[in-house]
Nanobody, 128 residues
Framework: QLHLVESGGGLVQPGGSLTLSCAVS????????IGWFRQAPGKEREGVSL????????YYADSVKGRFTISRDNAENTVYLQMNRLKPEDTAVYYC?????????????????????WGQGTQVTVSS
């Protein structure tokens, strides 16, 4: 059982930055890869980024590539999503999610249905 708690959301102006945190706890945290998803009102949940355990890889959606950076602090059991040059279209509820490493998507963030555990989400609003 994995427990995930997001934090760091808020209101930011276009062009600004935010860093989201995902605190990971539970049994076997080292055996899970962590991804970030987002869901805007009226839209489907979309994958944003995924980090593979041991720093073996990171993946990003095309819409955030070059602007967002995912990282993991294993000592703190925390995954971060650094978001720069934010745009109004980045407005959404952001979720972190865990997938067992042996089932992690290959080469991309994957679909939300592939992930087993989810946090409660944190709202990010980009507006002037």
């Amino acid at each position: 059982q994995l427990h995930l708690v997001e934090s760091g959301g808020g209101l930011v102006q276009p062009g600004g930055s935010l860093t989201l945190s995902c605190a990971v706890s539970g049994a076997g945290t080292d055996f899970y890869d962590i991804g970030w998803f987002r869901q805007a009102p009226g839209k489907e949940r979309e994958g944003v980024s995924l980090i593979i355990t041991g720093g073996r890889g990171t993946y990003y959606a095309d819409s955030v590539k070059g602007r967002f950076t995912i990282s993991r602090d294993n000592a703190e059991n925390t995954v971060y999503l650094q978001m720069n040059r934010l745009k109004p279209e980045d407005t959404a509820v952001y979720y972190c999610a865990g997938v067992p490493s042996h089932r992690a998507p290959i080469g991309n963030v994957g679909k939300s249905s592939e992930y087993d555990y989810w946090g409660q989400g944190t709202q990010v609003t980009v507006s002037s």
